[in-house]
């Protein structure tokens, strides 16, 4: 596994595109988490919104497996990093 690279407070665009690319059926509307961001000084996404998101979007693997185990399986790795990146 790669070392995750964090995107800087200013790179929301860059990490919008690869969101997009890597979770193409996954909205990203509201999951920039602001206040964390200022405070880690880097784009940070709002891990309960996420959550809702894909409990949405999967509600009988929510029941037996992970986010993580739900990212890859349906995303795969790189995608799981890109959401590594930003947590």
Do not use: T
């Not at 919008?16 to 996404?45: K, Y």
């Amino acid at each position: 596994m790669k070392n995750i690279s964090h995107f800087k407070i200013g790179e929301w665009a860059k990490f919008r595109n690869e969101f997009q690319r890597l979770l193409p059926n996954v909205p990203i509307i509201d999951l920039h988490d602001a206040l964390l961001s200022a405070i880690e000084n880097r784009l940070v996404i709002d891990i309960i919104a996420l959550d809702k998101r894909l409990r949405n979007m999967y509600p009988e693997e929510w029941e037996c497996m992970s986010m993580k185990e739900i990212i890859i399986k349906h995303y795969g790795l790189e995608a799981m990093q890109l959401i590594e990146s930003v947590l």
